[in-house]
């Protein structure tokens, strides 16, 4: 097609929620609350896993890691939708869309790979607890940490590339919440099944790979802990991971709906809905799972709130 490298659609309309119109300034302020909470609550969890030596472990360490990931996941999206909804023009640049969609789906792969290091994690203590000390040193998890981070900014280069040489020629309404992939390919004015076959090969690939690996991993906790005698240790045990595998659900289940399918859309409603559960609810709930269901780090926010009142443990 001629002008193919052409891009003649310069910015896009964020269309957002459009029914809902007569409750943005609820919705605002609702998802402002939301985006203060989910970064003050990252934010306490990261650092008072950094500043409490007692935390210094590898799996605070990685929910660490995971609280700072959080962060950034949602500065990728919610600021802008912020803005979107007091603003009259809801407009985003192409390449602005372009890095929105590049770094959300980057720091989702990211977490994918890192929900997995985590589940590795606790396949050792729990199922390998002689050798975990000698494997799971300070220098592997960092290893992991990185590994996690250098691959989940890799995964979607090939995505952007093909789709930064779409022609975009005809509508520019995104009718999502926010810049990515599946509506980006309704927009182009040329044929994208080869766009839409290598969205859904990367996808499946990181989606169900890291998702059977995480299963596989707590399939064999499960009947490492049913071993276990004594009943106070298998309930330890159980809820040192119940926290892990409810991020772990309610993650993987809203992303592999939206992005393990070859349509770039299906309901538009439900792709705005679990498009809400992954990009803002999930990094909210992740602070509270993490630390209202965790005694230590509970009792490390104690500690540092009242520090000569509870020398203890």
Same mark, same amino acid.
């Given at each position: 097609?001629?002008?193919?490298?052409?891009?003649?659609?310069?910015?896009?309309?964020?269309?957002?929620?459009?029914?809902?119109?007569?409750?943005?300034?609820?919705?605002?302020?609702?998802?402002? @609350?939301?985006?203060?909470?989910?970064?003050?609550?990252?934010?306490?969890?990261?650092?008072?896993?950094?500043?409490?030596? *007692?935390?210094?472990?590898?799996?605070?360490?990685?929910?660490?890691?995971? &609280?700072?990931?959080?962060?950034?996941?949602?500065?990728?999206?919610?600021?802008?939708?912020? &803005?979107?909804?007091?603003?009259?023009?809801?407009?985003?640049?192409?390449?602005?869309?372009?890095?929105?969609?590049?770094?959300?789906?980057? @720091?989702?792969?990211?977490?994918?790979?890192?929900?997995?290091?985590?589940?590795?994690?606790?396949?050792?203590?729990?199922?390998?607890?002689?050798?975990?000390?000698?494997?799971?040193?300070?220098?592997?998890c960092a290893q992991l940490a990185a590994s996690c981070w250098v691959c989940g900014f890799m995964c979607p280069v090939t995505e952007v590339i093909l789709v930064s040489r779409l022609p975009f020629c005809g509508p520019n309404q995104i009718k999502h919440i926010f810049c990515d992939f599946p509506p980006l390919l309704s927009?182009?004015?040329?044929?994208?099944?080869?766009?839409?076959?290598?969205?859904?090969?990367?996808?499946?690939?990181?989606?169900?790979?890291?998702?059977?690996?995480?299963?596989? &991993?707590?399939?064999?906790?499960?009947?490492?802990?049913?071993?276990?005698?004594?009943?106070?240790?298998?309930?330890?045990?159980?809820?040192?991971?119940?926290?892990?595998?409810?991020?772990?659900?309610?993650?993987?289940?809203?992303?592999?709906?939206?992005?393990?399918?070859?349509?770039?859309?299906?309901?538009?409603?439900?792709?705005?809905?679990?498009?809400?559960?992954?990009?803002?609810?999930?990094?909210?709930?992740?602070?509270?799972?993490? &630390?209202? *269901?965790?005694?230590?780090?509970?009792?490390?926010?104690?500690?540092?709130?009242?520090?000569?009142?509870?020398?203890?443990?």
């Amino acid at each position: 097609m001629e002008g193919y490298n052409h891009t003649k659609v310069v910015e896009f309309i964020i269309v957002g929620f459009p029914h809902l119109r007569h409750l943005q300034t609820l919705i605002f302020v609702l998802l402002l @609350l939301v985006y203060f909470f989910t970064i003050f609550g990252n934010l306490v969890v990261f650092t008072i896993i950094r500043v409490d030596c *007692r935390l210094h472990t590898p799996m605070y360490f990685f929910i660490s890691i995971l &609280s700072f990931l959080e962060i950034w996941y949602t500065a990728t999206t919610i600021p802008k939708m912020l &803005s979107n909804l007091v603003s009259e023009r809801k407009s985003i640049s192409f390449t602005g869309c372009l890095l929105q969609t590049y770094f959300f789906h980057s @720091l989702g792969a990211t977490e994918c790979y890192l929900l997995t290091a985590m589940a590795y994690d606790r396949y050792l203590a729990i199922c390998k607890p002689l050798r975990y000390p000698s494997v799971m040193t300070t220098k592997m998890c960092a290893q992991l940490a990185a590994s996690c981070w250098v691959c989940g900014f890799m995964c979607p280069v090939t995505e952007v590339i093909l789709v930064s040489r779409l022609p975009f020629c005809g509508p520019n309404q995104i009718k999502h919440i926010f810049c990515d992939f599946p509506p980006l390919l309704s927009l182009a004015c040329t044929d994208t099944s080869i766009n839409v076959l290598v969205d859904f090969a990367v996808n499946a690939f990181i989606i169900l790979v890291t998702f059977s690996f995480i299963m596989v &991993s707590y399939a064999k906790i499960i009947q490492t802990v049913l071993k276990i005698q004594t009943a106070e240790s298998r309930q330890k045990a159980f809820s040192t991971c119940a926290s892990h595998l409810t991020v772990v659900f309610l993650f993987f289940g809203s992303i592999t709906f939206m992005y393990v399918r070859m349509k770039t859309s299906y309901s538009l409603e439900y792709d705005r809905a679990f498009a809400v559960i992954y990009a803002v609810l999930t990094p909210l709930v992740n602070p509270i799972i993490y &630390s209202l *269901r965790n005694k230590e780090i509970l009792r490390a926010i104690k500690r540092k709130i009242h520090p000569k009142n509870l020398l203890g443990p």
